[in-house]
Each structure stands twice: as structure tokens, then as C-alpha cells.
């Protein structure tokens, strides 16, 4: 819809009408479609200078990279050295967030990453399992009421 206003009000899609008209703006990915498929998401990786990501998403990104308008410019350097920036930029906070909420960096950045990527395809209602499970003891410790009340009566 904001592609169809822009185009039609905004002249050809000079104009950025459709925020004016305060349509909604989604940003959506090949990882993403994959997912709403059904493809399973599959390990989580790192990659070196893109970050978090999965097998799924990982294969979404090359078909976004193709798809993207700068990937097919050959001399647009300075853009993507803008883009590059204000990506940057825009994780400094998330950086920060980190350092200071976190025990296991790495596993922070996991479960949320999964999280965020599953609640984007819609599964909000399907949780994530960690690596590790911790599970509770199925007796309770003793000397506590409930341990007392779990015996058996000699009588």
C-alpha cells in the first residue's frame, strides 16, 4: 500500500507521501518467508560483520543482497558507506544494553535474537528452547513444609 501511494501521490515515489498519511512502514526479509513456510529455522550462527543469524536467515540474506538496488550499482560507494554508518549507529544502544544486562553475552544475544526472529514470523505462541534446560528437582528440599507434608504417617 505505501509502495502504491508513493508511486501515485508522491510523483513517481520522489515524495515520501505514505509517512505523511502515517501508513505503517514494515521491513521484511527473505529469512522471514522462509519461515512463514514452515522452513525450520536451524542452528544459530554468527557472521562476521552482518551478526546473529540463522541457517534459514542466512539463506535469506543472499537472496536480499541480490535484490537489494545498491548490491546491483557499481559505483555507489559512498551510499554504502552510508548505510554501513547508520547501521552502526543504530546498534550503539543495543551495545550498551549488553554490557550491562547480560552474564552470558553470548547467550543473551542468542535467545533474543530467536525470539525476535520467531515473533516476526508470527509464532509468538511457540517458545524457543534453550540449548540447556534446567530443570527443578521433583522433590522438595528438606526441611521445607512441603517436604514435611510428602512423608509418610508411621502410624
Known sequence: FRVTTNTF?????IFDVATELKIPQHKED?????GTWGLASGP????????????????GLVVDLQGNVLSQADNVPVLRTLNLVDTRA???????????AALDKY????DAYLQRRQSLIGGN???IEPEERFDLPET??????ASEASKPNPQ
Not at 544459530?44 to 539463506?59: I, N, Q, W
Open 30 to 34: 527473505f529469512g522471514q518467508t522462509l
Open 125 to 127: 505462541n511457540q517458545r
Open 107 to 110: 547467550a543473551f544475544t542468542r
Open 140 to 145: 522438595p528440599p528438606a526441611g521445607s513444609p
Open 90 to 100: 543504530n546498534l550503539l544502544g543495543v551495545g550498551e544494553l549488553l554490557d550491562q
Open 9 to 13: 501521490w508522491g510523483v513517481g515515489g
Open 44 to 59: 544459530y550462527v554468527v557472521l562476521p560483520l552482518f551478526g546473529p543469524s540463522s541457517v534459514r536467515d542466512t539463506a
